[in-house]
């Protein structure tokens, strides 16, 4: 009984994790383009045409001029300046949300980024189970850290402190990994299949 109110609790924990940044994601560009709406209004009063595809006219406008305003940041991004305050902020306020290094790295390399934040993907030995972990941190030459996620939500799970004889690296992307604890281990075969590094961590 308590392995499974563990479970629920956990399981409900790192979806909650999950969720909120993608609602607040979603929310915070609705209240943008509201308020671009609101602004371009008047530009918008001015064009002959109401409505394109049943859409209306201020809110075409609030979409392009979020996205312009997107592109702008995006190339304000690329400046030195910009990259100290993103560190800052990093290391100082989103490094405390838990999994948010690990779902950066898995969103950059998704899209195609380089990023300092991928994780190596490793076989752990724990009690005689080998289980699928990432590998965040080597402590020394003897020990690592290692991130065991739980199924069927990898958000949610265990640091280990690993003896390093009993890794094995995984020439998998992260994001492979988590879906072996998504689909609870079907299809793994397939996943793995010939990705195991035989020798010794």
Same mark, same amino acid.
């Given at each position: 009984?308590?392995?499974?109110?563990?479970?629920?609790?956990?399981?409900?924990?790192?979806?909650?994790?999950?969720?909120?940044?993608?609602?607040?994601?979603?929310?915070?560009?609705?209240?943008?383009?509201?308020?671009?709406?609101?602004?371009?209004?008047?530009?918008? *009063? $001015?064009?002959?045409?109401?409505? !394109?595809?049943?859409?209306?006219?201020?809110? #075409?406008?609030?979409?392009? /001029? @979020?996205?312009?305003?997107?592109?702008?940041?995006?190339?304000?991004?690329?400046?030195?300046? *910009? $990259?100290?305050?993103?560190?800052? !902020?990093?290391?100082?306020?989103?490094?405390? #949300?838990?999994?948010?290094? /690990? @779902?950066?790295?898995?969103?950059?390399?998704?899209?195609?980024?380089?990023?300092?934040?991928?994780?190596?993907?490793?076989?752990?030995? !724990?009690?005689?189970?080998?289980?699928?972990?990432?590998?965040?941190?080597?402590?020394?030459?003897?020990?690592?850290?290692?991130?065991?996620?739980?199924?069927?939500?990898?958000?949610?799970?265990?640091?280990?402190?690993?003896?390093?004889?009993?890794?094995?690296?995984?020439?998998?992307?992260?994001?492979?990994?988590?879906?072996?604890?998504?689909?609870?281990?079907?299809?793994?075969?397939?996943?793995?299949?010939?990705?195991?590094?035989?020798?010794?961590?």
């Amino acid at each position: 009984m308590k392995s499974i109110t563990s479970f629920i609790k956990t399981t409900f924990i790192g979806g909650l994790f999950f969720v909120i940044p993608v609602v607040l994601v979603i929310v915070l560009i609705g209240k943008a383009l509201e308020i671009l709406r609101k602004l371009v209004a008047p530009i918008a *009063a $001015n064009i002959p045409l109401e409505t !394109i595809g049943g859409i209306a006219m201020a809110r #075409i406008i609030a979409l392009f /001029l @979020l996205l312009l305003i997107c592109f702008v940041a995006g190339l304000f991004a690329k400046t030195k300046k *910009a $990259n100290a305050i993103k560190n800052w !902020i990093e290391n100082n306020i989103l490094s405390h #949300i838990p999994g948010y290094s /690990l @779902l950066k790295g898995m969103t950059e390399s998704a899209i195609g980024l380089d990023s300092k934040d991928l994780k190596d993907v490793v076989l752990v030995d !724990i009690e005689e189970v080998w289980q699928i972990g990432f590998l965040m941190d080597k402590i020394d030459d003897k020990l690592s850290a290692v991130y065991i996620p739980g199924a069927p939500n990898p958000m949610s799970g265990d640091v280990f402190f690993v003896k390093n004889d009993r890794l094995k690296k995984l020439d998998l992307p992260e994001l492979s990994a988590m879906k072996i604890y998504k689909k609870f281990g079907m299809d793994a075969k397939n996943i793995v299949n010939g990705k195991i590094d035989k020798s010794s961590f």
